[in-house]
């Protein structure tokens, strides 16, 4: 019998999500509080379908979307499902909402997961009947080009859900990162966020032009990122590997580790400093055109990196 999953949310995420599941086999159920959102739903999807088959993402089109189906109530979208992936706005009040009515209405057995990208999973279920089977499973936007799901769980997450999200996640093509513990801002923001920082720094001192720090991402550190981490490229960067690595350089990075930049970086201040340095057009229809020229360009990368054995 397949396996049914319900995406709860049917914004952009929980269309990633449905393609996703849709494309591995899952029968999908999708529901949102929005009737128009849920109206245009199918629409949404059979274009984000398009855009995948010309990408060469997707070969079953057809299939994939006769395997989703719209659901009126949140109730129905759950019934008789394995799976939820919820994908509601980032407040803790509206989770915790969503997430006694999925506790309520979803089988016994389903494993409950959040999209949520900022909110740790204790602060939403602490209170649920079956609360062992939830977690978060946060992916990165777009999912559906961007692999990496993390995995947290809250202190009394069971080992069985971390489990069955785990393999379901790798089931259909993601890259599940599993957590230990709670992490305000999980794995990914944390990183990104100190890197974030000093760059916003070194921009608000003049350090260096915003083409010049994205170039050095871009051009420089970013390309070796693409096929390995952080902490693989530091074990290449040494003839012994990562402890010689730390000899050689550990003095200097624990150096500039002693002035890290202030939380001040990420003010409104900040921000409007380095943004007329950098004119742009940020006009909603430009911004859409130049996410739909990242889109394209991850598309082309991911199916490369898809295609690549070695």
């Known amino acids: ?7 709860i949310g049917a914004g952009l995420i929980g269309r990633s999500w449905s393609v996703l599941f849709a494309r591995a ?32 993402l997707l070969e079953d089109r ?27 706005p980032e407040r803790i009040e509206v989770k915790e909402a969503l997430f006694a009515r999925l506790d309520a209405a979803a089988p016994p057995e ?30 990165v936007n777009p999912p559906h080009l961007v692999p990496v799901v993390e995995l947290c769980p809250a202190p009394w997450t069971t080992a069985e859900t971390m489990d069955r999200a785990e393999a379901i996640y790798t089931r259909i093509g993601q890259v599940p990162v ?25 921009l608000g001192e003049g350090v260096v032009s915003v083409e010049g720090l994205d170039a050095t991402i ?34 200097f990075f624990a150096g500039l580790a002693e002035t890290p930049p202030g939380p001040e970086v990420f003010s409104v201040e900040t921000a409007e400093k380095i943004a007329a340095t950098w ?7 430009s911004i859409r055109a130049r996410q739909d020229r990242r ?16």
């Open 1 to 7: 019998m397949t396996e049914t999953i319900a995406i």
């Open 25 to 56: 086999g899952y029968d999908v159920q999708v529901w949102d509080v929005d009737p128009a959102v849920l109206e245009r739903f199918p629409r949404d999807l059979a274009t984000l379908c398009d855009t995948l088959q010309a990408e060469e």
């Open 62 to 88: 057809a299939g994939t979307l006769a395997r989703v189906r719209t659901c009126p109530t949140l109730e129905e979208a759950v019934t008789g499902v394995n799976f939820v992936q919820e994908n509601g």
């Open 110 to 139: 389903a494993v409950l997961a959040s999209s949520t990208s900022a909110i740790v999973p204790s602060r939403f279920t602490e209170g649920l009947n079956h609360r062992g089977r939830c977690l978060v499973g946060h992916p």
């Open 178 to 202: 599993r957590m230990s513990a709670e992490r305000d801002g999980f794995v990914l923001n944390r990183l990104q966020g100190a890197l974030l920082a000093e760059a916003l720094r070194l």
């Open 218 to 251: 871009k051009d420089g550190l970013g390309l070796r990122w693409t096929l390995m981490g952080p902490i693989e490229t530091i074990d290449l960067n040494a003839p012994g590997g990562l402890i010689d690595y730390a000899t050689r350089y550990g003095p």
């Open 279 to 285: 004119p742009q057009d940020r006009s909603p229809d």
């Open 295 to 310: 889109d394209r360009r991850l598309a082309s990368l991911r199916r490369h990196l898809m295609s690549d054995t070695d």
